[in-house]
């Protein structure tokens, strides 16, 4: 959290502040049997092990719109509510989507690091790259953020094309009801779709592969989602052209063959890491345990 967070938590609430979730467990019984909601930002699991050392918890606030991390059936089972921060981070999290393609398709760390290092006055110009205008563009995940993406690209120039769980009215754009078929169909393939247990390596081995040599992977949405070491094995072999990430399987410890590969952008999970959004995100989560706390409907509510 922002010292600006922290600074309205405090005065709103009288919050116990810990640095990770697990540290619940070191609290004496007093304070946890007096919280009441758990505001939460991280990615690590909060499941019935924790719910079950706060007695009187009643709501847990996501700071983030996804809570693949939150064990969401059993909170409900113990009759704790969830809310999350949705829509306020759709434009930033779709800026660096397309901000990552960009940087792959143009070359532009690797083009800066020429200029900076000194090779453009001692070997000359930066070799050329590749046009990301115009290109074939696929969404897999067509809601809040994916449409967002997809609004970007389109004024690119690019042909839109969707996976989905069923057809949206979006005139224009390509519906496919199979990954496979989508990746078939374009050349940049974006990930947008919720992770958890159901999207488990959604874009699988033969996802990938159907993009083929000129394809680019971009991911936004949770490392779960991309069978990572078939994306690995891709970029290594070139049977893709590149990808741009920003999140991965056991971040932030990520596989360090990312790091060895000169057609991967790296982004470490800030997708909605802006002053503004993330002031935004921590307002909505404030204003759901204010109303949770005062017995209004919640703003966000998840289940
Ligand atoms: C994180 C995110 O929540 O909204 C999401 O689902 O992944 C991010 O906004 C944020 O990085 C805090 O951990």
Redesign the pocket.
């Known amino acids: 959290y922002t010292d600006t967070d922290t600074a309205a938590a405090k005065q709103a609430f009288a919050p116990v502040i810990l640095d990770r979730i697990s540290e619940l467990a070191g609290l004496d019984e007093t304070t946890r049997s007096a919280i009441t909601a758990l505001a939460y930002?991280?990615?690590t699991a909060v499941g019935p092990a924790e719910m079950d050392l706060l007695p009187k918890l009643g709501l847990i606030a996501?700071?983030?719109?996804?809570?693949d991390a939150i064990d969401i059936p059993a909170a409900t089972e113990r009759g704790i509510r969830v809310t999350?921060?949705p829509d306020v981070?759709n434009d930033d999290?779709a800026d660096l989507a397309v901000g990552m393609l960009l940087m792959q398709m143009r070359e532009m760390e690797q083009a800066s690091n020429w200029a900076r290092s000194g090779n453009w006055k001692t070997r000359g110009e930066y070799r050329l790259a590749h046009r990301m205008t115009g290109g074939r563009a696929g969404i897999v995940g067509l809601g809040r953020i994916g449409r967002e993406i997809a609004d970007r690209l389109a004024a690119f120039k690019m042909d839109i094309h969707y996976y989905a769980r069923s057809e949206k009215q979006t005139p224009g754009w390509t519906f496919h009801a199979d990954p496979v078929s989508l990746a078939h169909a374009v050349d940049f393939l974006v990930i947008a779709i919720v992770g958890g247990p159901d999207t488990e390596k959604f874009v699988s081995k033969d996802v990938i592969d159907a993009l083929g040599p000129r394809g680019v992977v971009v991911n936004i949405s949770?490392g779960t989602t991309v069978d990572e070491a078939a994306l690995l094995d891709a970029l290594e072999q070139g049977r893709i052209a590149g990808a741009g990430l920003d999140?991965f399987l056991g971040e932030p410890d990520i596989d360090p063959c990312f790091y060895e590969l000169s057609n991967v952008v790296i982004q470490p999970?800030?997708?909605?890491?802006t002053v503004e959004t993330r002031a935004a995100?921590g307002q909505l989560q404030r204003d759901n345990i204010a109303a949770f706390h005062a017995g209004q409907p919640l703003l966000t509510a998840v289940n």
């Open positions: 930002k991280g990615h996501n700071y983030g719109v996804g809570y999350n921060t981070l999290v949770r999140v999970h800030h997708g909605s890491g995100m």
